[in-house]
């Protein structure tokens, strides 16, 4: 039934719509085609406002809290030097004018500190470092050699040491050396009393005087001399002695330590003896009087103390080994030798 009452509706909608006249038609797609409000009709009304929240400090009496009133802002403290002429006062030149045209004063060149505090602040530090650091004194004995020496024609021995007592400039220096035949009397014996100074820390001026016990006539020497090492290590001295007497004696000596290992040292030495002018009375001769060459090796149990062995070759030369043999010695000999070194 409903079915029927739908198509019922439709024609009769369909038959109204073929009365409408065609210029009213024309004017639907128009209002067909303005969109529907979906909230038409509805009441949207702007509700009221909300009532406002209470003041909690409302009938508080704030009287009391007024802020106060601003302090007034100090007045401008006059410049006292203000209308001064400072321009004549030093560092106060304008800027237009050239500074610093006088050379500068030279740095010192030997403590840096003085620049700072000065020289005299700096001495009593400079002594205490000078007195704990050098300045000391001290003393030593060194036998270099103290030795049996077997040749032909009869043995003998020899020896040659020193002894001083100073500090690292000043010393007092005592040198001794000497050797004989044990069938026979003293051949050779001297003593030197030296002063020496030390010019760097390698070499040493030395002077004073040396004393000759044997050979007979005695003899007493001015001495002047230098000692030290030289490069490479070798121990080296050389020394005029001018005797009382009026004769000029020269001699240049040296040795080096070779060593093998840490206790093992091999040592060559070398002495030369010249004279100005010949001397028969004690068997000196005028030139290149005498030549000694060694070779010893020792061995150091501790280092001061060291037997060795060794060879020595001893000649002597021009007119020495010509007076020597008038006198009935042999002008050059070999020796066989064994000693010690010791220093304490």
């Given at each position: 039934m409903r079915a029927l009452a739908v198509r019922a509706l439709a024609g009769a909608a369909l038959a109204a719509l073929a009365t409408i006249p065609a210029a009213a038609l024309a004017a639907l797609p128009a209002v067909a085609q303005t969109p529907v409000d979906p909230h038409a009709g509805h009441n949207m009304a702007t509700p009221p406002p909300a009532p406002a929240a209470p003041d909690p400090h409302a009938g508080h009496d704030m009287g009391s809290m007024a802020k106060p009133a601003q302090e007034p802002a100090p007045e401008a403290v006059a410049d006292p030097h203000a209308g001064h002429d400072m321009s004549a006062m030093p560092g106060m030149a304008p800027a237009a004018e050239e500074i610093g045209t006088a050379p500068a004063p030279a740095p010192p060149t030997d403590h840096a500190a003085d620049a700072v505090w000065g020289a005299a602040a700096q001495a009593p530090s400079r002594e205490i470092l000078r007195r704990e650091h050098g300045a000391f004194q001290g003393s030593m004995i060194l036998f270099n050699l103290a030795e049996y020496q077997a040749r032909s024609g009869g043995d003998g021995y020899r020896w040659e040491g020193e002894g001083w007592f100073g500090g690292d400039v000043d010393r007092l220096v005592i040198?001794?050396?000497?050797?004989?035949?044990?069938?026979?009397?003293?051949?050779?014996?001297?003593?030197?009393?030296?002063?020496?100074?030390?010019?760097?820390?390698?070499?040493?001026?030395?002077?004073?005087?040396?004393?000759?016990?044997?050979?007979?006539?005695?003899?007493?020497?001015?001495?002047?001399?230098?000692?030290?090492?030289?490069?490479?290590?070798?121990?080296?001295?050389?020394?005029?002695?001018?005797?009382?007497?009026?004769?000029?004696?020269?001699?240049?000596?040296?040795?080096?330590?070779?060593?093998?290992?840490?206790?093992?040292?091999?040592?060559?030495?070398?002495?030369?003896?010249?004279?100005?002018?010949?001397?028969?009375?004690?068997?000196?001769?005028?030139?290149?009087?005498?030549?000694?060459?060694?070779?010893?090796?020792?061995?150091?149990?501790?280092?001061?103390?060291?037997?060795?062995?060794?060879?020595?070759?001893?000649?002597?030369?021009?007119?020495?080994?010509?007076?020597?043999?008038?006198?009935?010695?042999?002008?050059?000999?070999?020796?066989?030798?064994?000693?010690?070194?010791?220093?304490?």
């Open positions: 040198k001794t050396e000497g050797e004989a035949d044990f069938a026979g009397p003293l051949e050779k014996a001297e003593v030197q009393a030296l002063y020496s100074r030390a010019l760097d820390p390698w070499w040493n001026l030395q002077a004073g005087l040396r004393y000759d016990i044997r050979p007979n006539p005695q003899r007493v020497y001015a001495t002047l001399g230098i000692e030290g090492l030289a490069p490479y290590w070798f121990k080296t001295s050389a020394a005029l002695f001018l005797s009382d007497k009026g004769e000029l004696l020269a001699r240049v000596e040296g040795f080096y330590d070779q060593r093998i290992t840490q206790r093992l040292i091999l040592q060559p030495r070398a002495e030369i003896n010249l004279a100005a002018q010949s001397t028969p009375e004690i068997g000196v001769g005028a030139g290149l009087s005498d030549i000694e060459l060694g070779l010893r090796l020792r061995y150091e149990v501790r280092r001061e103390f060291a037997p060795y062995v060794g060879v020595e070759w001893a000649a002597k030369t021009g007119e020495t080994a010509r007076l020597a043999r008038a006198a009935g010695d042999r002008p050059s000999v070999v020796s066989y030798v064994a000693g010690i070194r010791f220093w304490f």
